[in-house]
């Protein structure tokens, strides 16, 4: 767990005082370190660079961190190295950002950090100003290791390290037919770089079927699926590029995937007839190892993802929230295999009724999970035995410091208030 804010850790002497030449490199990183003394010192005083940067800088905030990349080359080198960068990453503490989305214009986007069951107060990481029009409307953000990805319902795609600052705008993927979709972001294990991925409509046609009973029209989709990648050792010229992949076997839908450790999930229309009659849909596996995707069944509980429904992920686990009513959630959690074996976890019932949504997400505390009703209540569920925690109502109780002297609460205003599982990371976005 980080203990970075840590003051006297940051002023120790042997840190400001030794001398910093190139030419050593640390068994660890294989980057150029600044040297000490001489292996043949016996000074008691001798700290290996190795526990410098590997057991004592390591633990600092990145705050601290980004200061300390401007002592020398070789300091900078080694903090921007990928070893160091992943290091800090694992001793991260895990907590939350929350980035409010108001249903009214607005011209800053802002996202705050958050202690759940620690303080009631959030505090100001990032602001970003858009113009002229303000900030586009933007479905539940996605995190992973240390970036906040925002993805927004006509197309773009933003990515931001609320820890170091850095705000990126993807560049602009395929056309599609259908404006709103929504776009998958998480870690490739195999190459050790980040992907995002996003699907697109090509065309749709409309076949009347008469076999069927009271007549109607089944639609169907010319569908595309294509990924960006950055990190590892992406280079400068592929690194956030869309490229196609293989196109999806169903038309996926307008709904927040899933990442879990080498795969994206989505849910997908398998059929359809119209009037807007849903006949049944499917969840689509894509790889990201071989970049293919695999048919996967719903859980026995539901043959479509419904309105009020979403899939998550606890552990390294798919999950399926099932609201089977406004006062109940089932928790199916799947078995990653070839078939995806679902099993009922656990059913909840909700303190308040959910008038959309309740989300689930994973929590720092082994066998329980935190759920969001409608964006505005926080609770913690315990998943041994069902019962609720409320840690905080959002409208009500959350205090959002601006960092200028002034915390506001938001109050009665409709207002989303997405909680997002965060830790920081010293991660860049753009290649170096």
């Known amino acids: ?127 970003k100003e ?10 539940i953000p996605l995190h992973c290791v240390g970036l906040i990805l925002i993805p927004a319902l006509m197309g773009k795609i933003f990515i931001c390290n609320p820890a170091t600052g850095e705000f990126v705008e993807l560049p602009p993927g395929s056309p599609s037919l259908l404006h709103e979709h929504r776009v998958a972001f998480g870690f490739d294990p195999w190459s050790g770089a980040y992907k995002v991925a996003r699907h697109f409509i090509r065309s749709y046609r409309d076949i009347p079927q008469m076999d069927v009973e009271e007549g109607g029209t089944i639609r169907e989709y010319s569908c595309g699926h294509e990924i960006l990648t950055f990190g590892g050792d992406v280079g400068k010229e592929e690194a956030l590029v869309w490229k196609a992949t293989v196109d999806p076997p169903y038309p996926i839908k307008a709904r927040t995937p899933i990442c879990l450790p080498g795969a994206f999930f989505w849910s997908a229309l398998k059929s359809m007839l119209l009037p807007a009659k849903v006949i049944s849909n499917v969840i689509l596996r ?38 089977t009513s406004p006062w109940e959630i089932s928790v199916w959690l799947a078995e990653d295999g070839p078939n995806l074996a679902w099993s009922l976890c656990r059913r ?53 410091d601006l960092r200028n002297g002034r915390k506001i609460n938001i109050g009665a205003l409709f207002v989303a208030h997405y909680t997002v599982p965060y830790v920081e990371s010293l991660l860049r976005i753009r290649p170096p």
């Open 1 to 127: 767990m980080l203990v970075g804010k840590n003051n006297d850790m940051m002023m120790k002497p042997p840190i400001s005082k030794r001398p910093c030449r190139r030419g050593w490199k640390s068994p660890e990183s294989a980057l150029p370190l600044p040297s000490g003394s001489s292996s043949s010192s016996s000074s008691s005083s001798f700290i290996p660079d190795e526990i410098i940067f590997f057991e004592i800088l390591v633990l600092l905030p990145v705050k601290s961190l980004l200061c300390f990349q401007a002592v020398c080359k070789s300091w900078r080198a080694t903090l921007t190295s990928t070893p160091f960068v992943r290091r800090h990453l694992e001793l991260s503490r895990s907590t939350m950002v929350v980035v409010p989305r108001k249903y009214q214009a607005s011209r800053f986007l802002n996202i705050f950090s958050f202690q759940p069951g620690e303080s009631k107060c959030a505090e100001l990481m990032v602001r």
């Open 286 to 323: 894509f790889s990201l190892l071989d970049e293919t995707f695999t048919v996967h069944p719903n859980p026995p509980c539901s043959d479509y993802l419904g309105g009020n429904d979403s899939l998550s992920a606890l552990g390294e686990k798919l999950c399926y929230i099932h609201s």
């Open 130 to 139: 858009f113009q002229p029009y303000g900030v586009p409307a933007f479905s």
């Open 348 to 400: 909840v019932c909700l303190p308040i009724p959910r008038m959309l949504l309740a989300f689930a997400c994973a929590s720092t505390e082994r066998d329980k999970i935190s759920i969001t009703v409608d964006a505005c209540i926080l609770l913690r569920c315990d998943l041994r035995d069902g019962s609720l925690e409320e840690v905080i109502n959002m409208p009500r109780d959350m205090l959002y």
